[in-house]
């Protein structure tokens, strides 16, 4: 399938910017914000949004809170937004989780976990682990249920959702009903994969931005075959929630999100994969200009509906 004309209208605007490895990484925040807030992606009424602290173990972590119409108690879909661990903040994704709690009918809980390259793997996985143990204790407080809590990301937050549920399967926490994975970073960039090479340039995303985000993301080398880090090389992906797992056609992360559905399946677990065939890497951010995101947001609220039906 060609790529969609709004999707490559968007890739070729964003290969005309200057490389983000070439610009000072406060500015380079500061652009991609911009950027996104230029483009007025709308955003959904929902009946309350407000800002609240998750106090764990690692630090008071930022939590937003995100509440749909009705009578609840709402499911709970907790939020890792992306941004390669480095970019992005709650604001960047409150298109994305507006349309979330407003079409799936759940709250969800978007985590404005710690940032690298100030705060370095697996300081991101921490406060995720954490904030989610402990909204899954405080949920009740905002007429959630504490029965139906759901893991969700993009891209790195894709990747730190399957982690998370991971380290919950091995270290005890709270029940996830489902894990939505959206263009999950799952593996490291060695050996490249068809995908890496096919879209390394020109499709939005390119390999030069994952080496830097991964550059700035991993500690040092042997990282890189942490599973941790990259959840594909985890030995045992059995006992895992029903997983939800969307890619893009034209996106150097495509074939890892897919080998990593496929590991789930053969690992006996429920598993859903939906392939984009003409959309580029993040197309579900650009709400309001390409159709697709928002029949994406429609597949994903379909499925937290059904999963969590009771």
Same mark, same amino acid.
């Given at each position: ?5 709004g999707?490559?209208?968007?890739? =070729? ?5 200057p ?5 000072p ?6 652009q ?6 230029k483009?007025?992606?709308p955003?959904?009424q929902?009946s309350?949004?407000?800002n609240?602290l998750?106090?764990? /173990?690692?630090g ?8 749909p119409?009705? $009578?609840g108690?709402f ?6 937004h992306? !941004?390669?661990? #480095?970019?992005? @903040? ?6 994305i989780? =507006?349309h979330?709690?407003s &079409?799936?009918?759940c709250i969800?809980? &978007?985590?404005?976990y710690?940032?690298?390259? *100030?705060?370095?793997?697996?300081a ?7 904030a989610?143990?402990?909204i899954?204790?405080?949920? @009740?407080?905002? @007429? ?8 969700? !990301?993009?891209?790195?937050?894709g990747?730190?959702?399957t ?5 919950i ?5 709270? #029940?996830?009903k489902? $894990?939505?994975?959206?263009y ?8 490249e ?24 993301y ?6 890189? &075959? ?5 959840p ?5 992906l059995?006992?895992l929630?029903?997983?939800?797992v ?9 074939? /890892?999100g897919?080998?990593?559905? /496929? ?9 859903? %994969?939906?392939?984009? /065939? ?5 197309? %579900? ?8 995101a928002?029949?994406?947001? *429609? ?8 999963? @969590?039906?009771?």
């Amino acid at each position: 399938m060609e790529l969609d004309p709004g999707a490559k209208a968007l890739a =070729t605007a964003i290969a005309a910017a200057p490389s983000i490895d070439t610009i000072p990484l406060e500015l380079a925040r500061e652009q991609v914000i911009k950027g996104f807030a230029k483009m007025k992606i709308p955003v959904k009424q929902v009946s309350s949004t407000r800002n609240i602290l998750a106090r764990c /173990e690692c630090g008071d972590i930022p939590v937003r809170i995100y509440t749909p119409y009705g $009578q609840g108690p709402f499911p709970v879909m907790v939020f890792f937004h992306g !941004g390669g661990w #480095v970019l992005f @903040n709650l604001d960047t994704y409150d298109p994305i989780c =507006t349309h979330l709690c407003s &079409s799936a009918g759940c709250i969800v809980a &978007s985590v404005d976990y710690r940032l690298s390259p *100030e705060f370095k793997f697996p300081a991101a996985i921490d406060d995720c682990f954490e904030a989610v143990k402990w909204i899954s204790e405080h949920c @009740n407080e905002w @007429n959630g249920d504490p029965g139906s809590l759901n893991l969700a !990301g993009d891209s790195a937050g894709g990747n730190l959702a399957t982690v998370v549920a991971i380290r919950i399967r091995d270290e005890g926490g709270p #029940v996830i009903k489902s $894990q939505v994975l959206i263009y999950p970073a799952t593996d490291y960039l060695q050996p490249e994969k068809p995908s890496h090479i096919k879209f390394s340039y020109g499709y939005g995303i390119t390999m030069n931005d994952l080496r830097w985000f991964w550059d700035k993301y991993l500690e040092k080398e042997e990282d890189a &075959s942490n599973p941790w880090a990259a959840p594909l090389l985890a030995h045992d992906l059995s006992g895992l929630p029903p997983s939800y797992v969307i890619v893009s056609g034209y996106d150097p992360l495509r074939d /890892e999100g897919i080998l990593y559905a /496929e590991r789930l399946k053969e690992a006996g677990v429920r598993v859903h %994969l939906s392939v984009y /065939e003409d959309m580029i890497h993040g197309f %579900l951010s650009y709400l309001g200009i390409l159709k697709q995101a928002a029949t994406a947001i *429609e597949e994903i609220s379909g499925w937290i509906k059904k999963i @969590n039906e009771k």
